[in-house]
């Protein structure tokens, strides 16, 4: 234990040292920015050959702040293995935080949420899409971007309600009869999500 908040505190007097001098992310540039420091290496070994693209070099630049609010939120909604929402411009999202259920509109201030199992909804006029999200984090930029990285989502209208209270009684059944703590852990990760699940379809 005490190894451990040794560790945590030397980590973060370590951070700390580092994040005062760094920039918010409306500071930035919105221009492509060149990874300098590989390509000085690279001239250095091998000055007569242009140095290879980096990572950086792909990457789309990042939108810059509008002077005033706009109309709509752009929104990106990737999961592990697919992306469900690129750069759709919405009216709102309200996405499951741990803090509580977090409505984003254009303008919204600049944060970075943890999400819980929940429904995330996509709200276009009068149409509302949701989908159930297992976990996940949300990053809410000040240009009125929306980056929402899930573990696991499904269109709520997609989930079969008597496979959810059957999989909540077997996970009640088993939190019950957990003997080691492995198996309490797992059974009560079960309950709640299948309670969010259940409480998504009934609410």
Do not use: C
């Not at 990874?35 to 980096?54: H, Q, R």
């Not at 509008?66 to 109309?71: A, G, R």
């Not at 949420?113 to 000040?142: Q, R």
């Amino acid at each position: 234990m005490m190894l451990r908040r040794a560790a945590t505190t030397t980590t973060t007097g370590l951070l700390a040292r580092h994040i005062r001098a760094r920039p918010l992310s409306t500071d930035l540039s919105s221009a492509p920015a060149a990874d300098a420091g590989f390509v000085e290496a690279w001239k250095k070994v091998v000055p007569n050959i242009e140095p290879p693209k980096t990572p950086m070099s792909f990457m789309l630049t990042r939108p810059s702040t509008p002077p005033s609010i706009p109309s709509k939120l752009t929104v990106n909604f990737a999961l592990p293995y697919a992306s469900e929402l690129s750069s759709k411009e919405v009216d709102m999202v309200i996405i499951p935080a741990t803090t509580g259920n977090m409505g984003v509109l254009p303008g919204h201030v600049a944060t970075i949420a943890e999400l819980k199992p929940g429904v995330m909804s996509v709200h276009e006029g009068n149409d509302v899409t949701k989908y159930f999200i297992s976990s996940g984090f949300a990053f809410i930029h000040s240009n009125s971007y929306a980056d929402v990285v899930a573990v696991e989502a499904v269109p709520l209208d997609q989930i079969d309600a008597s496979l959810v209270q059957q999989g909540l009684a077997e996970f009640t059944q088993k939190l019950s009869s957990a003997s080691t703590d492995l198996e309490k852990a797992e059974a009560q990760i079960g309950v709640e999500v299948h309670s969010a699940l259940n409480s998504a379809l009934t609410g």
